[in-house]
C-alpha cells in the first residue's frame, strides 16, 4: 500500500505558494502564515460531531471521506487538534470513495453502524471550538477543519438539544468557513446508543452535499506580495488564477484594485491589461479544468507619505459560467509601508548555501541560507534577495528576521516542502519568491542602505550582477551523486565552522573545480554540517584496541560487543556475518536495546541474491528478538531520497561505554571467524575499538542523526513498508555457510591494545 499511497498523496503536498494559499476575503496575511488550505485532498474530514448524540454529549464522532479512486492506508496518519487534545492514531484502509468513522470511546455512539476505529478523544472536541488537522505518515497535513481556528464554522445548533453534526458542503473543496454548515435535522442515517435517529450521516451522504466540482467550474485566485516596503522601493505581486473543476470556465475577467501610492511600472500576463482608474483588468479568455494562469504585476512605492501606512490589494476573478463555490474568487493581500531606518553599521552577513533545482515536486523545497559572521546581532528588517529581471534586477523583501553572531538561517518558499528534504523546518518562511531557475541564476543580497551585500552566480547566471566576479559556480557532477537537491554551500574554516574569507567569486564555493583540495564537492539536504563539520579534537585518557584484518579483526568485534548490558547501536553497510547475527539476537533476548541502522542499496547486491537475503534474514532475527532494523532506502519514484548516496559506515556503539570504527563490514569476508591455526581469508583492513569519553559520545551523536526516523523519510524500518525490499527474506537464498580459510598465513596472532592519554 506504501507505493500507492506515496504516489497518491505527494500532489496534495507540493503548494504553500500555489495549492496551500486559497485564502477566502476574510482572512488576512497572518492566517496565511499560520496555517495550510489545500485546493485538493485525497482524504477529507467530512462531518463532526462535536456536539456528541441525544443520547450523550459525550458520543462524540468524526468522519472522514476518500475522494479519491484508490484504496489509501492510514496506518501512521493522525487527527489531531492544534491544542493537542484530541490527538487520533489511525490505522486501517478506507476505500475508494468511502468512508471512515471514527467513535468516541467505543461502538457503542453508533449503535448500528460499525465503527473503522474506536478511541479516546482526550478530553473531547470542545463546544467552544477546535482547529484539527489530518496528517500522513509522513508529517504532511492532509486536510484541515476549522483551521483558522475560532468557533466552530456555521454550526451553531450542534450542542444540546440538537446536537447537529457539522457536514462539510463538497468534500472536493478546500476547509473555508462557508464550506462548512450544520446538519439540516432531517436527513438521518445512524441510531444513537438510545437507539434514536442522529442528527447526522455517518457512512452517507451529507445532507448538505453539493454536486462535485467536476460538474461545475471553481476558480481559485491566489495572490502573493511583500509584507513590507519602504517609500521609492520596487515591489512584484503574483496572481494565481486556476480552474479547479471539471468544467471549462468562461470569459473570465481578473480584477486587480490597487491603493493609490501604488505606480504600475510593467505586468505580465496572458493578455493586455486595461486600467480603470485605481483598477486594473485582465480578460483572459477560457480557462479548461486544472489549467491556470498566472500574473506578475510590478510596482513603486511612490508617495513619502505612504510610511506606515498598510497597502490593500483585492483580486476578483469572475467567470460567465455558473460556479457552485465562489468564496475562493476573491484574494487580498497586505503590504506595510515601513519607515527607512536610520543607517549605521550594517551586519556581516553573507549567502551561506542555496538550494535551487530540490527534489520535491516542481522544487518546492527551494531556500537560501544566510550567515551572520559578525560578533553582533543581524537584524534584517528592510533587507531583501534579488535576482537579475527582464528589465533590472527584481527584489523581494526577506521576513523580518534576527539572526545571532555566528548563526546559519534556513529561508524556505514553502516550509513543509523544504522539511521533507531537509528533516527540521526552516528558520523563516518566505512565501511568494520567485523561483530559481534550474540551468543558472543570480541571488543577490540587498541591504536597506541600499547596496548589494553579497552575491552567488550559478549555471548559466549573468556574472555581471553586482558584488561578483569571475565564472559562475557549476554543480559538481561525480559517479555517485548528480545535480538533484546539490545545494551550493559555501567553503567552512573547520576550527569554528564559519565561512572562509569572501572573495565574490567561485573560489569560495564547494563545488569550485579550480581548487582540487577544498572544492570539487556537493552537500545535500538532511545533512548534519552544522554539527558535525568542525572535526572533534580531544585528549582524553582512554583504551583502544586495534585489530587487523583478516587477522584479528573479528575478535576485536565480538568481544566489545559481548560488553553489552544496556544498548548496541549498530551502522553498517552491511551486515551478513553468520556468529555476529547470532551474538546480536541473543543479546536481544537478554534485554538489550539492539538497534541496526543498514545501507538499502548496495552496489549491485540484487533483491533475490544470498547476499541480500541474508541481511534481511539478520533484520528479521534481531527484530524477532525485540530489536530493531532500518535501512537507508532510496525510492526517488516516491520521492524518496537517501541523505547520502551510501550509508558506508563501519561503526558499533556498547552501553554508550565504547566504539569500534574501522574499515571492515560485517561479513565473513570483512571479518572471517574461522580457525586461523591453518590460515585465513579476507580483506585487509583494520578495526578499532575505544572508550574515549568525547570519542564515544561523538560517534553516538552521529548515529542519533543518522537513525532519526521521527525527522528523515530515507529511514524504512524492515518489514513496515516497501516489504518486497526490507520485508522477510526468501528462507532458500539465505546463506549461513561459513568458509575455513587457509590461503592466507596469519601474521598478527593477537589485537593490540594500548591505554594512555591520546
Not at 520596487?234 to 471549462?248: A, E, K, P, S
Not at 571479518?671 to 575499538?689: F, H, I, M, Q, Y
Request: with cysteine; charged share 20%; proline share 7%.
Amino acid at each position: 500500500m506504501r507505493n500507492r499511497l506515496l504516489g497518491l498523496s505527494a500532489p496534495w503536498l507540493i503548494g504553500l505558494l500555489i495549492a496551500g494559499l486559497w485564502l477566502p476575503s476574510d482572512r488576512d496575511t497572518e492566517a496565511a502564515s499560520q496555517y495550510l488550505f489545500y485546493a485538493e485532498q485525497s482524504v477529507v474530514i467530512n462531518e463532526i460531531a462535536w456536539g456528541g448524540t441525544a443520547a450523550s454529549s459525550s458520543d462524540e464522532w468524526i468522519e472522514l471521506y476518500n475522494t479519491t479512486g484508490l484504496t489509501i492506508t492510514l496506518a501512521g496518519w493522525r487527527l489531531q487538534a492544534v491544542d493537542g487534545s484530541p490527538d487520533l492514531m489511525l490505522s486501517g484502509e478506507v476505500g475508494p470513495y468511502s468512508y471512515y468513522l471514527i467513535e468516541r470511546t467505543d461502538d457503542t455512539t453508533i449503535s448500528d453502524i460499525a465503527a473503522d476505529l474506536t478511541c479516546s478523544f482526550g478530553l473531547g472536541l470542545s463546544n467552544t471550538g477546535e482547529s484539527l488537522r489530518l496528517v500522513d505518515a509522513s508529517g504532511g497535513v492532509i486536510d484541515t477543519a476549522n483551521g483558522d481556528g475560532g468557533p466552530w464554522p456555521n454550526s451553531a445548533e450542534g450542542g444540546t438539544p440538537t446536537n447537529r453534526s457539522m457536514e462539510r458542503r463538497t468534500p472536493w473543496s478546500i476547509d473555508l468557513d462557508a464550506n462548512w454548515v450544520s446538519h439540516d435535522g432531517t436527513t438521518s442515517n445512524g441510531l444513537d446508543a438510545h437507539g434514536m435517529p442522529i442528527n447526522g450521516t455517518p457512512r452517507a451522504m451529507n445532507a448538505s452535499y453539493v454536486p462535485s466540482h467536476t460538474q461545475s467550474p471553481d476558480l481559485a485566485v491566489a495572490k502573493l506580495g511583500p509584507e513590507s516596503a519602504y517609500p521609492g522601493e520596487q515591489v512584484r505581486y503574483t496572481i494565481d488564477v486556476r480552474n479547479l473543476g471539471g468544467v471549462t470556465a468562461t470569459h473570465i475577467l481578473v480584477t486587480d484594485t490597487l491603493p493609490s501610492v501604488l505606480v504600475v511600472d510593467h505586468t505580465s500576463s496572458p493578455a493586455v491589461p486595461t486600467s480603470v482608474g485605481r483598477q486594473i483588468v485582465w480578460e483572459l479568455g477560457d480557462l479548461p479544468p486544472g489549467a491556470r494562469h498566472a500574473i506578475t504585476l510590478t510596482a513603486m512605492v511612490d508617495d513619502e507619505a505612504a510610511k506606515g501606512l498598510i497597502l490593500e490589494n483585492v483580486v476578483d476573478a469572475t467567470t460567465t459560467a455558473t460556479e457552485l463555490i465562489t468564496v475562493n474568487n476573491r484574494v487580498r493581500w497586505t503590504t506595510t509601508v515601513l519607515t527607512p531606518p536610520v543607517t549605521g553599521d550594517e551586519p556581516e552577513i553573507l549567502i551561506s548555501s542555496v538550494l535551487y533545482r530540490g527534489y520535491q515536486l516542481y522544487d518546492e523545497d527551494e531556500a537560501v541560507e544566510l550567515v551572520n559572521i559578525g560578533t553582533t546581532p543581524g537584524v534584517l528588517s528592510g533587507w531583501s534577495l534579488c535576482k537579475q529581471g527582464s528589465g533590472g534586477i527584481d527584489c523581494w523583501p526577506l521576513p523580518d528576521m534576527v539572526i545571532p553572531p555566528a548563526t546559519r538561517s534556513w529561508i524556505a518558499r514553502n516550509p513543509a516542502a523544504f522539511e521533507r528534504s531537509f528533516g527540521h523546518p526552516p528558520d523563516y518562511a518566505a512565501i511568494g519568491w520567485p523561483r530559481l531557475a534550474n540551468d543558472g541564476d543570480e541571488v543577490l543580497l540587498r541591504s536597506p542602505a541600499p547596496s548589494y551585500v553579497d552575491a552567488l552566480v550559478y549555471g548559466a547566471g549573468s556574472t555581471s550582477v553586482p558584488g561578483w566576479t569571475g565564472p559562475a559556480v557549476q554543480a559538481y557532477y561525480n559517479n555517485l551523486m548528480g545535480e538533484a537537491g546539490q545545494i551550493l554551500a559555501r567553503k567552512r574554516d573547520e576550527h569554528h565552522g564559519l565561512p572562509l574569507p569572501d572573495t565574490d567569486s567561485e573560489a569560495d564555493w564547494l563545488q569550485s573545480l579550480v581548487d582540487p583540495a577544498t572544492g570539487r564537492r556537493a552537500v545535500y539536504p538532511g545533512w548534519d554540517l552544522d554539527v558535525l563539520a568542525q572535526p572533534l579534537r580531544v585528549t582524553e585518557s582512554a583504551a583502544v584496541l586495534v585489530g587487523v584484518a583478516p587477522d584479528n579483526a573479528f575478535e576485536v568485534v565480538s568481544t566489545t560487543l559481548m560488553k553489552a548490558r544496556r544498548a548496541i547501536s549498530i551502522e553498517v553497510y552491511s551486515l551478513r556475518h553468520p556468529v555476529l547475527i547470532d551474538l546480536l539476537v541473543q543479546k536481544a533476548a537478554e534485554g538489550v536495546q539492539v538497534t541496526a541502522l543498514l545501507e538499502g542499496n548496495p552496489v549491485g547486491v540484487g533483491i533475490e541474491t544470498p547476499d541480500w537475503q541474508t541481511q534481511l534474514y539478520a533484520c528479521q532475527s534481531i527484530e524477532a528478538a525485540g530489536g530493531a532494523c532500518w535501512f537507508m532506502a532510496h525510492a526517488p519514484e516516491d520521492r524518496l531520497y537517501n541523505r547520502y548516496r551510501f550509508m558506508h559506515a563501519k561503526m558499533l556503539i556498547v552501553d554508550d561505554t565504547w566504539v569500534v570504527v574501522g574499515s571492515q563490514n560485517l561479513t565473513q569476508g570483512g571479518l572471517p571467524s574461522d580457525d586461523k591455526e591453518n590460515g585465513t581469508l579476507g580483506s585487509r583492513g583494520v578495526v578499532v575499538a575505544t572508550n574515549a569519553p568525547s570519542v564515544v559520545e561523538h560517534a553516538a551523536g552521529i548515529f542519533s542523526l543518522d537513525c532519526d526516523p521521527e525527522h528523515h523519510q530515507d529511514l524504512v524500518r524492515w518489514n513496515r513498508a516497501y516489504p518486497e525490499r526490507y520485508g522477510p527474506p526468501i528462507p532458500e537464498l539465505v546463506d549461513l555457510s561459513s568458509v575455513d580459510g587457509i590461503s592466507y598465513t596469519v601474521a598478527f596472532r593477537e589485537p593490540l591494545l594500548v591505554e594512555g592519554v591520546f
